[in-house]
């Protein structure tokens, strides 16, 4: 599930995203409408205002009842900077001529 269809279906629930509406971002009314569907749906999550599959299944749900679409969860990240970042778990400093490419490159720019 990507960021716009998750605001959609929040936005069809009834639940306020802000003046942009469906934009793609998110941002703090984004996140806000998530924590309110979190509590409704009676979701006990670690960090509320996050979508985890937990969340997404839980709206994918609540949004084929009210609108009697089919939609399913998808394997596609909601959080692109979350995979980003499971991509690079083990990525660490190694000290002398072995420094890691990668974080050496970070520092470099």
């Known amino acids: 599930m990507q960021v716009i269809e998750m605001q959609r279906m929040l936005q069809a629930l009834g639940y306020d995203i802000g003046p942009t509406g469906a934009d793609g971002?998110?941002?703090?009314r984004t996140t806000d409408a998530?924590?309110?569907?979190?509590?409704a749906a009676g979701l006990n999550v670690v960090y509320p205002g996050t979508v985890g599959p937990?969340?997404?299944a839980a709206?994918?749900?609540a949004y084929a009842a009210r609108t009697g679409a089919d939609v399913g969860v998808?394997?596609?990240p909601l959080l692109p900077w979350l995979a980003e970042a499971k991509r690079l778990r083990?990525?660490?400093e190694i000290p002398g001529a072995r420094s890691n490419s990668t974080i050496m490159s970070w520092a470099r720019r």
């Open 54 to 56: 937990k969340t997404e």
């Open 25 to 28: 971002a998110i941002g703090r």
């Open 59 to 61: 709206l994918a749900a």
């Open 34 to 39: 998530v924590a309110a569907f979190q509590r």
């Open 74 to 76: 998808s394997a596609t």
């Open 90 to 92: 083990g990525v660490e």
